[in-house]
């Protein structure tokens, strides 16, 4: 057995139960780092002897109970890992860490096998992967161009086929545009999913460690082992991160940036790319124009605002004793934090708050927004000739992200008519990462024609199952939570994951109830053939909110057991008979949607 030209999860594991050995994966990936002869990607290296005794030390392959079994992966080089040292790449400041983070732990418990720590732009602080007294990676791409930071080297090493994957962290984009860069996919998660103990924070109050790797599917996979709040680091939290859907919800409702919002520097390639792009995104769900004045003045306050100075707080003690240790850009950037006062940190909270409630609102008429990552790639010889301009407008589209909360999942594109690449991202509200991975993974087959720097193709998503789980319970919604109206925030919000959209027997009669507004739906039970399909969304809640999402319905709704066309019996809403009085109605519709679509029109 051979080691898959790229080792992406699902082809590494076809393969061990074929029987190839793990200790061969852990030579391949040393193998292709010398080929790639590209000393900026680690700044420390297990040792190979040792990766490979971690691989021979894996019990009999098991991927249920190890996901991760035998899967070669990297990690930033601000996040602990006990016994290697932690340089933030600022040698003076190095340590070795006694205690690993949990978050690595828990892909090291997973089967993961560790090949060592990657480059990033000093601190985390840069978009650009160049600040660095070390050598700086060379992006996978073309070597003129940046790499893109602040997570350059777990970029560069997936996008080399290195590793399968390698942790990254994001602040204002550095888990998005080096993704961009070098072609690969950059999972930024909802703030809080992961624990960030462990991680040399850049701003803790909007840091996350972040995910690089060859697919969705693996980026995802990867996330949802780390998944799960840890008491110890305050900034964790439980939030419901339901799983990638198995197919895309019916309706789903896209935003794109309106005429005023797009921004690529007058590089009409890269202006093309993102038009080829997305209309293979308008091909999986429609789209709307989206004005992004206030995402752009949220972006304004990171670096313009009070929040540069909690990049100094992070280092306060550098900066305050050994501020000659640090890379000049770095130092000159975070040293402005210094005209900021204690009053201004309220300033910029208030502000935040007024624009963040502005932001928002996008998402009551749309679901996902997509942006470019970046506007155009940048040389390096231009930003040897400015280090700030170009840095600053690779955030052009990633600054604001955090600061709003939301989640984000970059994806390779259409490429530049050069070849060069032109990624785009999906943005959602906190907790939406699983829809993101579904629209992602389809959108990343249909655009990239290859993983990163190689010549694999992108595979094919395959459709998962559309059933729940044990651990969560089928509900079948038949009005305003259906996908793409005003209530189905209510389901994403407390975990809820779209199953699939599918009829009812031909034994209901749909109501429109009097009242309002807004106006409800009443699904009513009658003889068997006495009624007709009713269109039905199946979504799988867990059940403490199944509980919670129940104890809400009022009157004269209320749950039952449908019978559904496709054999099925979840739970669902149902009308009573005594709240039919001045009900109009309405089952010549077939739905909801078909008949708000009619009023509409009237």
Not at 309 to 333: F, G, K, Q, S
Not at 341 to 358: H, I, P, V
Not at 409 to 434: E, F, H, N, Q, Y
């Amino acid at each position: 057995m051979t080691v898959p030209p790229f080792p992406t999860i699902p082809l590494l594991h076809a393969a061990y139960a074929e029987g190839l050995d793990p200790r061969a994966v852990v030579a391949e990936a040393y193998r292709r780092l010398a080929a790639v002869d590209d000393p900026g990607i680690f700044l420390a290296l297990v040792p190979e002897a040792d990766a490979r005794e971690a691989a021979a030390a894996l019990p009999p392959f098991d991927p249920a109970a190890m996901p991760l079994w035998g899967v070669p992966f990297a990690v930033k080089d601000n996040i602990d890992v006990a016994g290697l040292p932690t340089t933030a790449a600022c040698p003076d400041f190095a340590h070795t860490p006694a205690e690993t983070a949990p978050a690595v732990a828990r892909l090291l418990a997973a089967g993961a096998i560790l090949i060592g720590k990657t480059n990033l732009d000093q601190f985390a602080t840069g978009l650009v992967g160049l600040r660095t007294p070390y050598p700086a990676p060379r992006n996978a791409i073309d070597p003129a161009y940046v790499p893109g930071g602040s997570s350059s080297g777990s970029a560069v090493a997936v996008a080399h086929g290195i590793v399968a994957f390698a942790l990254g962290t994001d602040t204002a984009g550095s888990g998005r545009v080096p993704a961009a860069l070098n072609n690969v996919v950059g999972l930024k998660p909802s703030l809080g999913a992961i624990s960030s103990r462990g991680m040399l924070p850049a701003c803790r109050t909007l840091d996350t460690l972040s995910v690089f790797a060859g697919t969705v599917a693996d980026a995802d996979a990867a996330f949802r082992v780390m998944l799960g709040p840890d008491a110890a680091d305050p900034w964790s939290r439980a939030l419901p991160v339901p799983a990638a859907p198995a197919a895309l919800p019916p309706g789903l409702r896209l935003g794109l940036p309106d005429a005023a919002s797009l921004r690529f520097g007058g590089d009409g390639l890269s202006e093309a790319a993102f038009a080829a792009t997305v209309a293979d995104l308008e091909a999986l769900a429609g789209a709307a124009p989206v004005d992004l004045a206030p995402m752009f003045a949220v972006a304004a306050l990171l670096y313009d605002g009070p929040w540069v100075a909690e990049r100094y707080a992070a280092i306060r003690p550098v900066m305050e004793t050994r501020p000659d240790i640090l890379h000049p850009t770095t130092r000159a950037v975070i040293a402005s934090a210094e005209r900021h006062s204690a009053a201004d940190a309220f300033a910029g909270l208030y502000r935040l708050a007024a624009l963040r409630r502005a932001a928002d609102a996008v998402w009551d008429r749309i679901d996902v927004l997509a942006v470019p990552t970046y506007p155009r790639p940048q040389t390096c010889a231009a930003v040897a000739a400015d280090p700030i301009g170009p840095n600053s407008e690779l955030g052009t589209y990633t600054n604001f992200v955090n600061l709003l909360d939301w989640c984000a999942l970059a994806v390779p594109g259409r490429p530049r008519a050069d070849g060069l690449p032109a990624g785009i991202t999906l943005l959602a509200p906190r907790g939406s990462d699983g829809l993101l991975a579904a629209l992602g993974a389809r959108l990343h087959a249909a655009s990239a024609p290859r993983i990163g720097a190689g010549t694999m193709p992108v595979p094919v998503v395959e459709p998962g199952p559309a059933a729940a789980g044990p651990d969560a319970i089928e509900l079948a919604v038949v009005g305003a939570h259906l996908s793409g109206l005003p209530l189905n925030r209510e389901l994403a919000g407390c975990g809820g994951r779209f199953l699939r959209a599918v009829p009812t027997a031909r034994d209901y009669r749909l109501y429109a109830l009097p009242g309002g507004p807004p106006q409800r739906p009443g699904l009513l039970r009658v003889a068997a053939g006495d009624g007709a399909p009713i269109e039905t969304e199946v979504w799988a809640l867990p059940p403490a909110a199944f509980g919670r999402f129940v104890a809400a319905i009022p009157a004269p709704l209320g749950i039952g057991t449908l019978r559904l066309a496709d054999g099925t019996a979840p739970k669902g809403f149902l009308v009573e008979q005594a709240g039919l009085d001045g009900a109009a109605d309405i089952t010549r519709f077939g739905g909801w949607r078909a008949y708000l679509a009619d009023r509409a029109a009237a």
